[in-house]
């Protein structure tokens, strides 16, 4: 399998309003498995995945499958094979989960992959014909990593997909992830550091608008200095046990959903 970085961002920056809100983010996603994106509130998570996409403007390189893409229009990276499921879901309350995820259908060879979908998502068949905005919020984050996966993407970007979410829904959200980064590599932005430490392989960290930290997510997760540094997390991120997979989420910060979860010892 090639190591080549699947995505490859070097020397992004984004101004917005006159404002510098990214000064300079390397980030790779590889080519298979989960990569996380972390940072502290406000370190530019969300911005450099809009920076990736082209949804604002930016400057540096946005090397996708080999190709720089940093001049070309959101369309046209979508259409090179990236599927993006936004922080607020992007789900169309008053339409069935059919109808969802028939408007995420695009033109292509082969045609849209329901199989995948729902052999990946069996209850999103069992469910076509309910309304999106009566499912669990686990279950729009189905419709919402599923829309991704129907149109042979090579790369899904999925903006912090546990926010908000009850301690058990993030649980079912992990186990979405887990199954759609089997079949296409994931970018996922997150805070939950229990997630991270049960998905991702490599980590990418954030800090005031550039890269502050890439490498193994075990190995950031496993050091207490460098996630206190970087995280603002006071004890091990990686102390959570089998029987309770996820630590609770609590506020939706880092430091709150690994240090306060009662399960981060050391
Ligand atoms: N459209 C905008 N106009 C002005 N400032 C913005 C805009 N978008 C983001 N910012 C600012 O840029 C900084 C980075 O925001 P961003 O949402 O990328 O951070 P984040 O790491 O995703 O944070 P969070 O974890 O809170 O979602 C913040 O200070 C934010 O207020």
Redesign the pocket.
């Known amino acids: 399998m090639s190591t080549e970085p699947l995505l490859a961002v070097r020397g992004l920056a984004v101004v917005?309003?006159g404002?510098h809100?990214?000064h300079g983010v390397d980030l790779d996603v590889a080519p298979s498995g989960v990569t996380a994106l972390l940072?502290?509130?406000?370190?530019?998570?969300?911005?450099?995945?809009?920076g990736v996409l082209g949804l604002?403007p930016r400057t540096g390189s946005v090397r996708f499958l080999g190709e720089e893409t940093v001049r070309l229009a959101t369309h046209a990276l979508v259409r090179r094979g990236v599927g993006y499921a936004p922080?607020d879901r992007g789900i169309f309350a008053a339409l069935t989960v059919a109808e969802n995820l028939r408007l995420a259908e695009r033109p292509g060879a082969g045609g849209p992959a329901y199989g995948l979908v729902h052999e990946l998502f069996p209850e999103l068949k069992a469910r076509a014909k309910q309304l999106a905005g009566t499912l669990s919020g686990g279950q729009q984050q189905m419709v919402a990593i599923g829309r991704t996966l129907l149109n042979g993407n090579r790369l899904i970007i999925a903006?912090?997909p546990t926010?908000g979410l009850a301690p058990k829904v993030v649980t079912e959200v992990a186990r979405v992830l887990e199954r759609a980064a089997q079949a296409v590599p994931v970018l996922l932005?997150e805070?939950n550091l229990a997630m991270v430490r049960r998905l991702a392989e490599h980590c990418v960290v954030?800090a005031d608008?550039r890269t502050a930290h890439r490498g193994p997510a075990a190995d950031l997760l496993a050091d207490p200095e460098a996630t206190r540094r970087l995280l603002g997390v006071g004890r091990r991120a990686d102390a959570v046990s089998e029987e309770n997979p996820m630590a609770p989420q609590d506020t939706?910060?880092a430091a709150t959903s690994a240090a306060d979860s009662g399960k981060a010892g050391a």
């Open positions: 917005i309003g404002r809100i990214l940072g502290r509130n406000g370190a530019g998570k969300t911005t450099t995945v809009r604002v922080e903006d912090e926010k932005v805070q954030l608008g939706g910060t």
